[in-house]
């Protein structure tokens, strides 16, 4: 019977690996299209350009922050809304993405990369790095996100600038 069960598994792993939809291309055929708009997207970020955000997020967006809570598209769209209307904070951020790599399968893209937060405020530069996971579809000829994963990357590892 284990026999059995580990022919049908190998069977079943050659299947998937012989499929090309089941794997990711090896050139991102529409990865320069997803680094474009990652830019595009991190440049609006620091400016709190609610339209960006729109853009970028799909409706049914599931968005987990660094700091453990998830968040919708609506949540995201309410809370860039109210810091753009809020008085400005002192200092600017900027945000970089690094390291970038994209797996593309088909409609569906995975693109994962260093996020750089950089703030300065007056004389001081502060420097945050996370780790973000997106998962990406195409529908209409858009590509939008509908997963979100960041993670903090802890100051002892964070690489030297």
């Given amino acids: ?29 529409d990865g320069d299209t997803l680094k474009q708009l990652l830019k595009e997207f991190l440049d609006g970020a620091g400016r709190n350009d609610v339209a960006v955000h729109e853009r970028f997020w799909a409706d049914e967006l599931i968005y987990t922050r660094s700091a453990g809570q998830r968040l919708s598209k609506a949540d995201i769209l309410r809370d860039t809304k109210a810091e753009a209307a809020a008085p400005k904070k002192p200092g600017v951020t900027t945000y970089n993405a690094e390291d970038i790599r994209i797996l593309q399968y088909d409609n569906t893209a ?7 937060a950089t703030t300065k405020k007056e004389s001081t530069t502060e420097v945050t790095n ?3 996971t997106g998962t990406f579809v195409k529908r209409d000829n858009k590509w939008q996100v509908v997963a979100w994963q960041a993670t903090k990357i802890p100051t002892e590892h964070e690489p030297k600038k």
């Fill in 1 to 29: 019977m284990k026999v059995l069960t580990l022919c049908a598994f190998l069977l079943s792993t050659v299947l998937v690996l012989a499929d090309p939809s089941a794997s990711p291309s090896a050139t991102a055929p």
């Fill in 110 to 116: 995975v693109v994962a990369f260093r996020l750089v």
């Fill in 130 to 132: 996370y780790f973000n």
